[in-house]
């Protein structure tokens, strides 16, 4: 018998291994695998039956219909027999396209959707105000603007005008301020004959202002330089420019610093010039004293930067004016690119003639925008006309504009 205290002998790891067998660890590991091929096999399956594809846009009912149709005439039936086609008479067929509505009726486009009118016209409406509103750049004109003056054709050349007109063809410039001067008040501002005779008128004036002869009509008159005249005196003096007294004495006033005792000058003496400018009309006219001297067409301020009515005076004369665009650049005098053309005479009102109000008459390199309503507020000329403009009215000139 052996001792309680005594212990059976502890089995070695080999002894271990073959009691426990290798059969257990391979079974789960088969079973695993087998329980994931199913898995795999399933997932597959139902990934076959049902294709991800991207999403399709919604398609017309009315064309699935007639699609499905189309697909049901020409499939096979099930039992993979050839199915016979019933042919019906044509009076059956007529009465069954009538009771369907289909055959003599032409079927509604599916394409377009009808709109109701109120919507139409609210479109309309709002495409109009959307116009109306639209700003051009500088240069174009505004939507619904002419670039033609506004005339009233409705009003003619009465018979004997129209030959006074072609008598004054050839005739001397006096003659013609003589006959057409009075005759303008017997015509509206707006119609074409006012613009017809205005335009004769100023051809008569602007020649005897700028080559006429002393005496030829009575503000043409010599002036003989006195001792401590200036040239700038003696414009002042007879409301004329410096300009002027140079165009009409190229030798004597080529030089303000540098002028001669004694020496004659031919000027244009006026009572007292004013410009008046009707912005409906879209005319400037230039008046020596309550006569009409000269009429030129002039561009407006575009409707959101209208050119502001009242009483003004020509503060600051300037030669080819350099121009500042809104993002600051400096556009120099005689460039192209310069919206204020060859002159510039600004305006200020009477009660504050150093003050600068932003406005002016000024030329423009693109003369077919005259008479248009597309300034930022600034009269706009042709530049031939604005200088012959700038060459008559001198600093302190009163613009009326209504």
Same mark, same amino acid.
């Given at each position: 018998?052996?001792?309680?205290?005594?212990?059976?002998?502890?089995?070695? !790891?080999?002894?271990?291994?073959?009691?426990?067998?290798?059969? $257990?660890?391979?079974?789960?590991?088969? /079973?695993?695998?087998? @329980?994931?091929?199913?898995?795999?096999?399933? @997932?597959? !399956?139902?990934? $076959?039956?049902?294709?991800?594809?991207?999403?399709?846009?919604?398609?017309?009912?009315?064309?699935?219909?007639?699609?499905?149709?189309?697909?049901?005439?020409?499939?096979?039936?099930?039992?993979?027999?050839?199915?016979?086609?019933?042919? /019906?008479?044509?009076?059956?067929?007529?009465?069954l396209e009538k009771e369907t509505g289909k055959g003599s009726e032409k079927e509604p486009d599916k394409t377009t959707e009808k709109i109701p009118e109120n919507v139409t016209e609210q479109k309309e409406t709002t495409e109009k105000t959307t116009t109306e509103k639209v700003v051009p750049p500088k240069g174009k004109t505004v939507p619904g603007d002419t670039r033609e003056a506004p005339v009233d054709a409705s009003v003619t050349l009465s018979a004997s005008d129209q030959a006074l007109l072609?008598? @004054?063809?050839?005739?001397?410039?006096?003659?013609?301020? $003589?006959?057409?001067?009075?005759?303008?008040?017997?015509?509206? @501002?707006?119609?074409?004959?006012?613009?017809?005779?205005? $335009?004769?008128?100023?051809?008569?004036?602007?020649? /005897?202002?700028?080559?006429?002869?002393?005496?030829?009509?009575?503000?043409?008159?010599?002036?003989?330089i006195q001792k401590g005249d200036t040239l700038g005196d003696i414009a002042h003096r007879n409301k004329t420019t410096l300009e002027a007294l140079a165009f009409r004495n190229p030798r004597t006033a080529a030089d303000p610093n540098k002028i001669l005792f004694g020496t004659p000058l031919v000027l244009y003496r006026s009572a007292a010039w004013k410009v008046l400018v009707n912005k409906e009309a879209r005319l400037l006219s230039l008046f020596e004293g309550d006569m009409l001297f000269a009429a030129f067409d002039t561009g407006i301020g575009r409707e959101e930067k209208a050119t502001p009515a009242g009483d003004f005076l020509v503060s600051f004369r300037q030669v080819n004016p350099p121009w500042r665009r809104a993002d600051g650049t400096q556009i120099p005098g005689g460039d192209p690119a310069n919206e204020l053309g060859s002159r510039w005479l600004q305006l200020a009102r009477p009660d504050a003639p150093h003050a600068r109000t932003g406005y002016g008459i000024h030329g423009t390199p693109h003369p077919e925008t005259v008479p248009a309503a597309i300034s930022y507020g600034c009269l706009r000329m042709r530049n031939a006309e604005v200088e012959k403009l700038f060459l008559i009215i001198p600093a302190g000139t009163p613009v009326r504009i209504e």
């Open positions: 018998m052996k001792p309680r205290y005594e212990m059976e002998p502890v089995r070695s !790891r080999s002894v271990r291994r073959k009691t426990g067998g290798p059969g $257990r660890p391979i079974l789960i590991f088969t /079973l695993v695998a087998i @329980l994931t091929g199913a898995l795999i096999f399933w @997932l597959i !399956r139902a990934n $076959r039956s049902t294709p991800v594809t991207e999403e399709e846009p919604p398609q017309d009912p009315v064309a699935v219909e007639n699609t499905a149709e189309k697909a049901m005439e020409h499939t096979a039936p099930k039992n993979g027999m050839t199915e016979k086609k019933t042919e /019906l008479p044509p009076h059956k067929i007529e009465e072609v008598e @004054l063809g050839s005739a001397a410039p006096e003659a013609v301020r $003589r006959a057409l001067a009075p005759k303008l008040s017997e015509y509206p @501002l707006y119609s074409a004959p006012y613009r017809a005779l205005a $335009r004769r008128l100023t051809e008569a004036n602007l020649e /005897l202002f700028l080559s006429g002869r002393a005496g030829q009509v009575p503000e043409l008159v010599k002036y003989t």
